[in-house]
């Protein structure tokens, strides 16, 4: 009962936080990137994948589970242009408190020629995004996990800084007799503490729905995530319902060849149809890669065709300390 009442309360709190999330999209949006090579090839965003890959919890932190226990993954995205990004995380467990999760994200512009407004130049300038995130999963059942976490995020562009607080949640049913995962996060839901501008940078607030799907006869695992769902409604007008869906869902595979081998494929058709060259065979939107383990170490690797743009490849390497 006391829960009950708590509810208008805790509503009370966060209504104002999700307002605050509708003001202009700014220096926060490199939060959005995958953080991993494996979260690349299987579409960016499966928010039920739970395994030892303990950057898997910045998708959903209830993702968070014993088996990440000392593991320490590094990885690198060649991003397109001379912009470089990466991702350093640990997973520690403690029996009674549950598992903790701690990552590191940046984002390197490159060197960017600062001018006055006669075109006069200035010399250079490298604008820098960094996001600390702890987080922390338990098990509420033998089914049922849920977890939270907790970023501290830091841009700097030439002489301006924005800073901001953000909060991720989310929870993760498993169902071991029909083999399916279903998960559920929020993410970003906070404040901005400093901006960049007179104009509040917004955090990019999302709410996703995941399910997870493993063949009974066959090392395959399938993965459909549901994204960006605040915005289902503000989708381009000239998209169909069915169109519109699929602007809103992301795919993906992984099948294995034992446990040392993985190939892995992932699917955004949003992402397909913002970066596609017409009328030409466009594989924009397609991610592909595969994984390896040797002695202890895995290696990850994948890429994803940004159309004309270039492709993106992402590496990683995860091991038990």
């Known amino acids: 009962m006391k829960t009950w009442r708590f509810l208008p309360v805790l509503w009370l709190c966060l209504v104002p936080l999700v307002r605050a999330q509708e003001a202009p999209l700014g220096g926060f949006a490199f939060l959005r990137l995958s953080p991993s090579a494996r979260v690349t090839a299987l579409g960016e965003t499966p928010a039920t994948v739970a395994d030892d890959d303990v950057t898997l919890f910045l998708l959903n ?19 397109v242009g001379d912009i470089r990004a990466g991702t350093i995380a640990y997973g520690w467990h403690r029996r009674g408190l549950g598992t903790l999760g701690l990552a590191l994200r940046f984002l390197d512009w490159g060197a960017i020629d600062e001018a006055d407004l006669e075109g006069n130049r200035n010399g250079t ?14 098990a509420a059942g033998p089914s049922l996990h849920y977890g939270a976490s907790l970023h501290l995020i830091h841009t700097t562009l030439a002489d301006r800084r924005a800073t901001a607080l953000a909060l991720d949640a989310g929870v993760r049913y498993e169902l071991p007799e029909h083999l399916l995962t279903i998960g559920a996060s929020l993410h970003h839901l906070g404040v901005t503490l400093q901006t960049l501008g007179t104009t509040p940078d917004r955090l990019p607030f999302d709410v996703r729905l995941g399910l997870r799907k493993r063949l009974r006869y066959l090392p395959l695992q399938l993965t459909l995530t549901a994204y960006d769902l605040p915005h289902f409604w503000q989708s381009p007008e000239n998209q169909t319902w069915l169109g519109r869906l699929f602007y809103h869902l992301n795919f993906g595979a992984e099948l294995g060849a034992g446990r040392s081998f993985q190939l892995r494929f992932g699917y955004s058709y949003r992402r397909h149809e913002m970066l596609k060259i017409r009328p030409r065979l466009d594989l924009a939107g397609f991610n592909a890669g595969f994984g390896l383990r040797l002695a202890g170490l895995y290696f990850d690797y994948a890429f994803s065709s940004w159309s004309s743009l270039g492709t993106l490849h992402h590496l990683t390497v995860q091991t038990r300390l």
């Not at 932190?61 to 991003?79: E, F, G």
């Not at 300038?125 to 338990?138: E, M, S, Y």
């Open 61 to 79: 932190p209830a993702l968070l589970q014993p088996a990440q226990h000392r593991q320490l993954q590094v990885s690198y995205l060649n991003h």
């Open 125 to 138: 300038f490298r604008p820098i995004d960094l996001a600390l995130t702890a987080g922390l999963g338990r």
